[in-house]
């Protein structure tokens, strides 16, 4: 593995409101050069505005990442995913939008500050940017524990949090999610606040053991990613597996009375 960026390539949309901007864009392309209602071009043109600005309004808005997540991003973008996979050194089909990216990952720095977290597990660190964004945050005698299971994208985060002043706040544990968290509980570790962003199907198992086993401390909470997961929660017709897991997980959630 390389941290020498070559060429970088720009994300597909994956969020809800990312897809469709994309899908009114491309109506509106497919309907300019057609003989309709101009007030109906028009209204499209508005509200391909209204959704395609609003992210990127956001990101503007937002606290700048630091210069090591910034670079982090231009290292994971630059990396072939997919020939990593057809060569045999990662075990997963990986690809960069797997990135928590600025947004979401300053709004998990401003979780850890508002809860003055001292410890914090992530469930899924991928190339670590959310891990990452998080240690910033942490006091310096703070700690987070990451969950990866692909050993190759574990050596590349970790590649990267060697170039941060935070990374050495951050400890990497390189088996299936369940293995660590099973070895967390038997030595009664507890984490102020838990990420969960990995296997979709493995979310209510992660709860349940997260609650089940005390691994939260008693104003700890659980932040969850792609509950929404491109909308096929809510969305009529066939939803991916992962659809699917996402949608059960919500309800199972929306359920618990925990």
Known sequence: MSLVSTSL??????????ILAAKLEALSQQLAASDIDPKLKSELHQACELASGLDPYISHCTTPESPALASLVRHTQAEDWSQRFADRETGHQLEQEMLSGHVEGQFLKFLVHVTRSQRVLEIGMFTGYSALAMAEALPDNGELVACEVDAYVAKFAQACFNESPSGHKIS?????????????AAVNETFDLVFIDADKAGYVDYVNFLLDNDL???HGFICVDNTLMQGQPYLAGESTA???AIATFNQTIADDPR
Request: aromatic share 0%; proline share 14%; no cysteine.
């Open 9 to 18: 390539q720009s994300p597909r949309p994956v969020t809800p409101l990312g």
């Open 172 to 184: 990497v544990k390189v088996a299936p999610a369940m293995v660590t968290l099973e070895q967390l």
């Open 242 to 244: 992962n659809g699917v």
């Open 216 to 218: 939260l401390t008693s």
